[in-house]
């Protein structure tokens, strides 16, 4: 069995990492989590806060569903795999990452914001996630001019210091929470059974997940990449992958969970792969404290949805 906190083996990382660009150290960033309220902890996995006062920040966003974020200092753009960028609008809409995508930004930089469930992200923008994935997207675009009205005097009231970082998040938790529709009920059952079936193992088996869906397999195979952005097969593994790097970011790993991880990836080599492509670090540098951002959104708590 692998060691997987063995020092050889987090030095065997190294070459790979050198692959990834200069990122903004721990000691210049700031990052508030702040817990949703009851009303719309089904739509929203967290609140956030992130400043950062450098001239330069970079950094890379883990694969995620999505954001709705106020930008209300710094101009820059995430870089997506086919070479787009799209820019960091004030009042911007991030749609489900397929895979982890870098971010640089001209500060200093301040985000507020709010990291959707994939029900939240159905129920507060109505589009397809699949269709839509890999984009930032001016807010406006996606949920008309309310989400202008706002954002733009929260924006206001954080840099005139009248209004907390606080106060804006629970203020667009709060906008989330009445902008919200409806889903189909047999939809949120479906987005249940599918959040537990990729907790139940790093993993899953795609027979298990038939066998729970009210569906059928096609129905459940576009149906899970409405929702989720992906297919369900390439849907577990990006959870795999991020799950895998919350826990080798821990400082110890139990017995039970280092047979886990050696049991879901063919070799080290395609476990340090995976984990880079969804997660933006090699397992070396998940270790690193000079990476908050990336530590916080992989953090466990963060997975909630999943069980």
């Given amino acids: 069995m692998t060691d997987f906190h063995d020092t050889d083996f987090y030095e065997q990382t190294d070459s790979a990492a050198e692959a990834e660009f200069d990122l903004t150290p721990e000691s210049l960033i700031s990052v508030d989590y702040i817990p949703p309220p009851s009303g719309v902890s089904q739509y929203v996995t967290t609140l956030y806060h992130f400043r950062c006062d450098e001239p330069i920040i970079r950094d890379i966003q883990p694969a995620s569903i999505g954001h709705l974020a106020l930008f209300p200092r710094g101009e820059g753009e995430m870089r997506f795999p086919d070479g787009r960028g799209d820019p960091n609008h004030p009042i911007a809409m991030l749609s489900p990452l397929s895979m982890a995508t870098p971010i640089e930004v001209e500060g200093p930089f301040h985000a507020i914001g709010a990291a959707l469930t994939p029900q939240g992200w159905a129920a507060l923008t109505g589009l397809h996630a699949g269709e839509n994935r890999d984009r930032m997207l001016e807010a406006s675009q996606v949920l008309g001019s309310d989400v202008v009205a706002m954002g733009e005097p929260l924006i206001a009231g954080y840099l005139s210091g009248k209004m907390s970082a606080k106060e804006c998040a629970l203020a667009i938790g709060a906008y989330i929470e009445n902008k919200a529709r409806k889903l189909n009920p047999r939809h949120v059952e479906l987005i249940k059974t599918v959040n537990q079936w990729l907790g139940a193992s790093l993993n899953p088996e795609l027979a298990d997940l038939m066998a729970k869906a009210a569906y059928s397999e096609r129905q459940v195979q576009r149906l899970v ?43 080290q080599s395609h476990m340090i792969r995976e984990i880079q492509r969804f997660a933006g670090r090699t397992p070396a540098r998940l270790r690193d404290d000079a990476n908050p951002f990336l530590s916080e959104m992989i953090d466990p708590k963060n997975f909630r949805e999943l069980g």
């Fill in 225 to 267: 990449e409405r929702y989720f952005g992906l297919p369900p097969q390439a849907l577990a593994r990006k959870y795999r992958a991020l799950r895998a790097a919350a826990l080798l970011s821990f400082p110890q790993l139990t017995p039970e969970y280092e047979a886990e991880l050696a049991d879901a990836f063919f070799d």
